[in-house]
């Protein structure tokens, strides 16, 4: 199993910045991506970016140019981070971690999802 747990959410003003973080832990044989989703009230959960590994990594076009995924170069660290800069109140939502597993516990685990509200 594997359990992963964010941080850093909170309420920004327009144009600000906020880091998340996503530390995974349990017993699994290895994580092949990372990346992170969100979802608005009201819609559905979304793919904001995901990282294979450090330098091979995917954006929303809609963020792309403004977050930042990173993901440890070592990969047995399995923690990915989320720089978002110039934040709009469109990307207010629900932020979930996730991670693509291998092995004999091979799945999609999700985060408890942590808050983001972009507001004046």
């Known amino acids: 199993q594997v359990q992963l747990v964010e941080s850093g959410g909170g309420l920004v003003q327009p144009g600000g910045s906020l880091r998340l973080s996503c530390a995974a832990s349990g017993s699994f044989f290895r994580i092949i991506t990372m990346g992170w989703y969100r979802q608005a009230p009201g819609k559905q959960r979304e793919l904001v970016a995901s990282?294979?590994?450090?330098?091979?990594?995917?954006?929303a076009g809609s963020v792309k140019g403004r977050f930042t995924i990173s993901r440890s170069r070592d990969n047995a660290k399995n923690t990915v981070y989320l720089q978002m800069n110039s934040l709009k109140p469109e990307d207010t939502a629900v932020y979930y971690c996730?991670?693509?597993?291998?092995?004999?516990?091979?799945?999609?685990?999700w985060g408890q999802g942590t808050q983001v509200t972009v507001s004046s």
């Open positions: 996730n991670a693509e597993v291998a092995g004999s516990d091979a799945g999609t685990y």
């Open positions: 990282a294979l590994s450090a330098s091979s990594t995917n954006y």
